[in-house]
Structure formats: C-alpha cells, structure tokens
C-alpha cells in the first residue's frame, strides 16, 4: 500500500521567513513524488517533482530513502506562497499509475 | 488554449438526483482521472481511465459511473446524490505515469 503523510494541516510564517512543509511517504516500490500547489479557490498545479530536481518559485524538495521523507523548503516566504499544498506519491497500481496525495497543508504567509 | 477543463463549474441540486459532470482534455493524453475533494480538502483519487478502459477504481459507491466516450473525455455520473456527495471534483489527465493536469474543478453541493 502506498502512503503519504503530511503531519501539519497548518503552517503560519512571516514574510521572509524559511518554510519546510513537512511530507513522509510509505511506498515498497521505488517512488516517484510531486509537489502540488492549490491557491485559493484555483486547480492544482504541479509544483516539483523528484526526478527533475529543480527550484521552482524558491521552493526545492530532496527525496530522502533513508527518512523515507520529500520534504518542501523555502528559504525566504513570500505572500504569495499562501496556498495549500499537497505531496503525492506515484506508485503503480493494476497496471496503472496512482497517485496517492497527503491531506495538505495550508501555507499562511503574513507580512 | 490547451488544458483540461470541467463542466459544470457549479452544480447545486437536491438529494436523490442524478447529475453528471463532463471533462475533456485537449492535451492528447492518453490517461485521465476523478478525484474528490471533500470539506476538509482531503483530495483522494475516484477513477482512473487509459485508452477508454477502466483501470482504477477506489471504492467508491457504485451510484458514481464513469464513463469515457474516448480518450480525450471522461464524465462522471451520479444516481441518487447523497449529502455526503457535496464535495469539488477534479478531473486530470496524464501521458503515461508523467505528471498530471487537473482541471479547475466542479463544486457539488447537495442540498
């Protein structure tokens, strides 16, 4: 069975501040994980993925095997982070690719 | 523009009828999905259809009938709406096991 968890439902930091959004993942497979960001009342959007290994808007996420953990980080908050964000898990699944997201965490950015 | 996208993007109707929601995806992709959102934003995935046929499916009521004309639609119908069913739903498609394009979303409420 494949498992994310993301143990904040909220986080609130100030503008400027460095952000980690917390994800650890259970998977037997090798695993494939995303970052996905929903602002305020829009579609989820793909924020990074493992395998690229890019920064994107600030944020980068390293896959750690050993802590079983993908975890999101920021070193400088914007206003503009403010959104929900979810970590998702690629696993296969009767022949087809599942996606299994945690339940999100809610990015508060005050200034 | 290319992208996918849902209709309606509203739906508020009574307990006991029966409503569909359209997706079409325009991106070529040869997979495409369902996914709930429900109240607490837990976003969990429904179905999941490739090249027309079915491949995932979690649990979920047998009121909820996917069906998919062809590779670039997948519409959701629901006998019998329940209370428990005001939720938004997302489409999303993908090609293959790559990243996945969501739709703006339908917000359901059953009144």
């Known amino acids: 069975a494949q498992r994310v968890t993301q143990p904040e439902k909220l986080l609130s930091v100030f503008k400027g501040a460095p952000v980690e959004l917390k994800c650890n993942y259970s998977?037997?497979?090798?695993?494939?994980l995303f970052w996905y960001v929903q602002y305020s009342r829009q579609r989820l959007q793909l924020l990074l993925r493992?395998?690229s290994r890019e920064s994107i808007k600030g944020f980068t996420a390293d896959l750690n095997k050993g802590e079983t953990s993908f975890h999101l980080k920021k070193p400088f908050a914007q206003e503009e982070d403010s959104a929900m964000y979810y970590c998702?898990?690629?696993?296969?699944?009767?022949?087809?690719?599942?996606?299994?997201f945690g339940t999100g965490t809610q990015l508060k950015v005050e200034l | 523009d290319t992208a996918v996208s849902q209709t309606p993007k509203y739906l508020v109707t009574q307990m006991g009828n029966d409503k569909s929601i359209k997706c079409e995806q325009n991106?070529?992709?040869?997979?495409m999905y369902w996914y709930k959102q429900d109240s607490k934003k837990f976003l969990k995935i429904m179905f999941s259809?490739?090249?027309?046929?079915?491949?995932i499916n979690e649990t979920v009521p047998n009121r909820f009938s996917p069906k998919s004309p062809d590779k670039a639609h997948l519409n959701l119908h629901i006998n019998s709406l329940e209370l428990g069913d005001s939720a938004v739903y997302f489409c999303?498609?993908?090609?293959?096991?790559?990243?996945?394009?969501f739709g703006p979303g339908t917000r359901l409420t059953v009144l």
């Open positions: 998702a898990l690629s696993g296969v699944v009767g022949g087809g690719n599942k996606l299994t």
């Open positions: 998977y037997s497979g090798s695993p494939e």
């Open positions: 493992h395998i």
């Open positions: 259809y490739n090249n027309k046929e079915l491949i």
């Open positions: 991106l070529g992709h040869d997979t």
């Open positions: 999303a498609s993908s090609q293959a096991g790559n990243e996945q394009f």
